[in-house]
């Protein structure tokens, strides 16, 4: 996802690297908003800027996945052997 990589980027570029585990989950969401809070202030607007657009961009591609997630599933189950998809 170019969002999730953008964001990324911009950490870096100002020397914030997650090494708490695995990136994109609870934790690291956790993270990113702490660095926000903590770090980024100090950087200025622009930095701020960037970085909510980017986060916005990620929450919104993830919103997104899920809704089409969600709406390919329509009308299909999981039937009881695992991955095999039958239409309702």
Do not use: I, N, P
């Amino acid at each position: 996802m170019s969002a999730r990589h953008r964001l990324s980027k911009l950490l870096l570029r100002h020397g914030h690297v997650y090494d708490g585990g695995q990136a994109w989950t609870g934790a690291h969401d956790a993270w990113l908003r702490r660095t926000r809070k903590e770090h980024l202030a100090l950087a200025g607007s622009g930095t701020l800027a960037a970085f909510d657009d980017g986060y916005d961009a990620v929450t919104h591609a993830l919103a997104r996945r899920d809704r089409l997630d969600a709406g390919a599933c329509q009308g299909f189950c999981v039937s009881g052997h695992l991955g095999v998809w039958a239409y309702r």
